[in-house]
């Protein structure tokens, strides 16, 4: 007994999860905090959110170049982690600067928002650190379960329910597969240690053709590929989307789609990267597919937050390109990809989240028209975050995709890059349409705006900040991307 | 100092931008003036560019500054490498000349949103430098798509009542060219960098070294030269054209003719037709042929328009059939005259959106049929306006007859023989469409009411036309101070189209025999030519 506590104890390394723990411990302590204090106010909340995420930035900095491992190779702090770990505590930090204001707004000042944000970041944390099947299956629901409850916050509104039943409903049902994948390829190999899925499969080349296995590589893609959002796992996001409150589509677009994201290739490249010639086809097939989905759907949106989310998808498609490229230049393109997408994203949704009145009914491309001469500041962000996702130099948008065609032709994809450019090309139209409204049309009357929220605000900047920084000095940047492969 | 002369010139507009975004909104004229001298100060700085004499002797790069900028790992190096030779040269002039002529034109035409507008305008000129002095394709590519940002805006925001659908369109269509274009320029890197030329990036001089397969070739220039073409426009994928022009405000279509459209005969010249010369020899027959139904079909949609500005849009596209004939001549005097025949439309063409504008800010309309009689209201105008058509149409003496009858002689001289021909008859057409235009509007009887108390030219207009008069005049009789400086560079170009795909063994036509007599027999014929030229 005492033996067995002593190799227990062994392969306990707290530095491995020390993120999680230092966050997980912040957001607990945010509860009790509720309890005590009076309602009606967040402003706390937020700040103590914000001290939260600092600190464990502080802590996952510490793994950059000093891998940790830890719980008999169940969790990993590596470079690729930590990477990883710094988009989501930004992801979250830029949903909470925006969140202040909106809240209020819409009559909701609950802080325990703030805690399933933070919680969820620590679902997104634990799935980008994890090396085991277990630990990601953990993390993925820890972030999933939070991001149900923020779907469906605004209680009473008819919407938010819809979307937070809808991806709760669909989201199970993705897990269930995930799970079953897990357990079919751990009737295959044994293991559910990533790295010794990836050993065994290595070694005993007849298990490759085992249709078990290769059954349980389609039903894990499912599973990540749902929470990707990628065409066809794709139905649930544009109604998730536009009934959550502004900030937590804002999140949900970037911190838990790049968190998938990581699990994804961490799983994909590593523990089933000898079956690469089989899975690779199906993904070129599904990037295509979700590029243009994405892309023509877009185009017919009048609701900017739905537009959002079907482009959302589209850029889903993109870095999966960099996925299927499989090489390095294309994986670190994807991790590249992922910051610049967190800004410009969260950019764009945080002048969204400063320009809508209460309920949101004016988020339509209607209500935009002048918006450019109402607050050109407002508009000037705005517009740097839609050229940025539409691709165009100098900003991050422009640098993430070149690098992702890049790794495609680098790898032979010549056929994938161009199709991506040309997708790219009919996005144009519903990015530029936006701008369209915003100068190009008078602005329309009774025009009540609220407020300039200087946390909004400063999440704008950041973003725009960032999208210029990443697009005209990227060569550090990427370098980290690239140190951070695993 | 001289050695960051052209990044000096390049960005001072750019910082120009954020000096005019902090004035004050309400102080219109302020905003104007001090855009005005951003530019002037922009022309000043590249004055000394243009009276260099080392162009008249070296087909080199000069003025070459070169600094690392992104480097990733092995993966990428892209430099921020930029130089003139005699063809970037004129360009670049040209450029720095027609912005304060521009920004003066402005002054009565635009008065909503000032700030924006001149902020728009001093990023387009950094954009539009950046482009012509770019000897790195990533960062060609940067200026190359940067440059689209402010034009939509200009058109979109300040433009005519169509102006919505002007804007998308320009946007989209250059914006597709262009992005089929960097797959290209990423595709060609890795051959670089396979074939040991990588070392510099994406450094443009490097690449014209590379030795590709024909088939090769043959994708990466249908990129290139789509993109190219787009952008020129050359027919079929004009038609972005005449919608854009016409909606323009007046800056913009003179900025759109006088630089914008360089950017595509430049990007043909400098890109796609030394990057892939035996590419180039296959398609050759198929680009002249598409040339010649641009001058045709410009020409003919020119003389059937009802408004002005329509009618110049369209000449615009058979003036760059011209000078892209002139180019696939590939010999001295055809690409020598396709260079000045840029300059000389951006002069001419510019002229004349500036002359529309005029008309434009009296009588808020543009239709041929308001007007007539004109003359003899406005005499100053009139005898502008008539030396401007002329030159349009290549009256000897003046600008537009050195470069279309060097293009012509060139294509002569060429396999282009019987293209010459029919281009020959867009040159006849040219007359029948501006002169018929003129005499609509000009001549006749002063019977419309309205036009009976327009005013003259006022002294601002006249100096805006002025500077665009005197080098009608000054290409069109002393045409050497140009030529001479483009000659070494155009020769050097014409060598490393022709002689390459000789080299490679992978030429299809019979093409250029012996590359070096070609260029230096046709190098000695045009200076003949010339002096029978100008005292027609």
């Known amino acids: 007994m005492e033996n067995l506590v002593q190799t227990a104890m062994q392969n306990v390394n707290f530095a491995a999860i020390m993120p999680s723990l230092v966050l997980s411990c912040f957001g607990m302590a945010l509860l009790l905090l509720n309890a005590f204090l009076k309602r009606g106010t967040t402003l706390y909340a937020a700040l103590l959110s914000m001290v939260g995420l600092g600190a464990t930035a502080v802590v996952t900095y510490a793994g950059w170049n000093n891998p940790q491992f830890g719980f008999a190779g169940q969790v990993a702090l590596d470079n690729y982690a930590v990477f990883f ?105 044994g293991t559910t240690n990533v790295a010794d899925i990836g050993n065994q499969l290595t070694m005993n080349h007849h298990l490759l053709a085992d249709p078990i296995c290769i059954a349980g590589m389609l039903l894990l893609a499912t599973g990540f590929l749902f929470k990707i959002a990628v065409v066809p796992f794709h139905m649930w996001t544009p109604d998730v989307y536009e009934g959550s409150p502004t900030p937590i589509t804002a999140f949900m677009s970037a911190g838990p789609k790049a968190a998938a994201f990581a ?63 499989s090489n390095a230049i294309g994986v670190s393109a994807v ?33 935009f028209s002048g918006f450019g001469y109402k607050r050109p500041v407002l508009a000037v962000l ?84 960032g999208i210029l920084v990443l697009g005209i000095v990227p060569s550090a940047f990427m370098a980290l991307a690239r140190q951070a492969l695993f | 100092m001289s ?182 320029i990423i595709y060609l890197y890795y051959f670089a960098v396979q074939s040991g030329a990588g070392a510099n990036g994406f450094s443009i001089t490097d690449f014209y070294n590379l030795s590709m397969h024909p088939e090769m070739q043959k994708w990466l220039f ?21 919608d854009a022009h016409t909606e323009a405000p007046t800056a913009g279509s003179v900025i759109l003719a006088a630089v914008m459209l360089k950017m595509g005969t430049y990007g043909y010249l400098r890109f796609a037709m030394p990057l892939f010369p035996d590419a180039l020899q296959l398609f050759l027959p198929w680009l002249a042929a598409l040339s010649v139904i641009g001058i045709i079909y410009g020409a003919l949609v020119a003389m059937m328009q009802k408004d002005v500005k329509k009618l110049v849009a369209y000449s615009s596209v058979s003036h760059l059939g011209f000078v892209m004939l002139g180019l696939f001549a590939l010999n001295s005097i055809g690409v020598s005259g396709s260079i000045l025949q840029m300059i000389n439309h951006g002069i001419s063409t510019g002229a004349l959106f500036l002359i529309v504008g005029f008309l434009y800010e009296r009588r808020h309309t543009r239709l041929i049929s308001e007007f007539g009689g004109l003359s003899k209201q ?55 469409y501006m002169l018929w235009m003129f005499q609509r509007v000009m001549f006749g009887k002063l019977d419309n009411p309205k036009n009976q108390n327009l005013k003259d030219l006022s002294v601002r207009e006249v100096c805006v036309m002025l500077p665009l008069l005197v080098f009608i005049f000054w290409i069109g009789v002393y045409p050497n101070t140009f030529l001479e400086k483009m000659e070494p560079a155009v020769n050097q170009a014409i060598y490393q189209i022709t002689a390459e795909s000789q080299a490679t063994g992978y030429g299809y036509g019979e093409h250029s025999a012996c ?13 003949q030519q010339d002096g029978s030229g100008y005292h027609h």
């Not at chain 2, 249908?222 to 005449?242: D, E, G, N, Q």
């Open chain 1, 263 to 325: 699990a994804f290739m961490r799983v994909f490249l590593i523990g089933l990267g000898t079956l690469h010639s089989s899975w690779v086809g199906m993904l070129w097939v599904l990037a295509v597919l979700t590029m243009i989905v994405g892309n023509f759907i877009a185009l017919k949106q009048t609701n900017l937050k739905r537009m959002l989310a079907y482009s959302s998808i589209a850029h889903a498609g993109y870095a999966l390109v960099g996925l299927v490229a």
């Open chain 2, 222 to 242: 249908l990129a290139f030269a789509f993109s190219f073409a787009i952008k020129v426009p050359m027919f079929p994928v004009h038609t972005w054209l005449p």
């Open chain 2, 378 to 432: 406005m005499p100053v105008f009139a005898v502008i306006f008539m030396i401007v058509t002329l030159s349009s149409i290549g009256l000897p003496a003046l600008n537009g007859f050195v470069g279309e009858f060097m293009i012509l002689l060139g294509a002569f001289e060429s396999d282009l023989r019987w293209f010459a021909v029919f281009a020959t008859s867009g040159v006849i057409l040219a007359a029948v």
């Open chain 2, 515 to 527: 590359p070096q007599d070609d260029v230096s027999g046709a190098a000695g014929k045009y200076h």
């Open chain 1, 382 to 465: 705005m517009c740097i975050c839609l050229f940025s996702l539409m691709g165009i130099p100098p900003s991050a948008g422009f640098t993430g995709k070149f690098y992702i065609f890049a790794g495609a032709l680098n790898a032979g994809y010549v056929w994938l890059a161009v199709l991506g450019v040309l997708n790219s090309a009919v996005s144009l139209y519903y990015y530029l349409r936006v701008m369209v409204y915003m100068y190009f049309r008078a602005p329309e009357e009774e025009f009540e705006w609220v407020q300039l929220k200087p946390g909004a605000t400063l999440c704008a900047v950041i973003s725009v900040v």
């Open chain 2, 3 to 184: 050695e960051h002369i052209l990044s000096l010139m390049t960005f001072f507009p750019l910082l120009g931008m954020l000096i005019v975004l902090m004035l004050p909104r309400e102080n219109g004229g302020l905003l104007k003036i001090a855009t005005l001298v951003v530019t002037l100060i922009t022309f000043i700085i590249s004055l000394p560019l243009a009276l260099d004499p080392v162009f008249k002797t070296s087909a080199a790069m000069h003025y070459t500054e070169l600094v690392p900028w992104i480097s990733v790992g092995d993966y990428f190096h892209m430099n921020y490498s930029v130089g003139i030779d005699g063809i970037s040269l004129w360009l670049v002039m040209l450029t720095t000349f027609i912005m304060p002529i521009t920004v003066l034109s402005t002054w009565n035409a635009v008065d909503k949103n000032v700030k924006g507008f001149m902020a728009l305008m001093l990023l387009l000129e950094t954009a539009m430098l950046g482009a012509f002095i770019s000897l790195d394709l990533f960062l060609f590519y940067i200026f190359w798509e940067l440059m689209l940002i402010p034009m939509y805006f200009m058109i979109g925001i300040w433009g005519g009542s169509n102006r919505i659908y002007a804007a998308v369109k320009f946007f989209i269509y250059t914006a597709v060219g262009s992005l089929l274009m960097l797959v290209a």
């Open chain 1, 85 to 189: 770990h710094f988009i989501f505590l930004l992801a979250a930090a830029l949903t909470i600067l925006m969140s202040d204001a909106y809240l209020k707004r819409e009559g909701y000042p609950v802080s325990e928002y703030y805690t399933l944000i933070l919680f969820s970041t620590v679902g997104a944390m634990l799935m980008a650190s994890g090396t085991d099947m277990m630990t990601i299956f953990l993390g993925l629901e820890v972030m999933s379960v939070a991001l149900y409850v923020l779907a469906g916050f605004f209680r009473s509104q008819l919407k938010s329910n819809e979307a937070g039943l809808k991806y709760f409903l669909l989201g199970s049902f993705s897990t269930g597969f995930l799970l079953f994948g897990i357990a079919l390829i751990y009737a295959v190999t």
């Open chain 1, 335 to 367: 991790l590249f990809y992922m910051v610049a997408y967190t800004l410009m994203n969260l950019g764009a949704f945080a002048v969204l989240v400063l320009a809508g009145k209460v309920g949101e009914e004016n988020l339509t491309l209607e209500g």
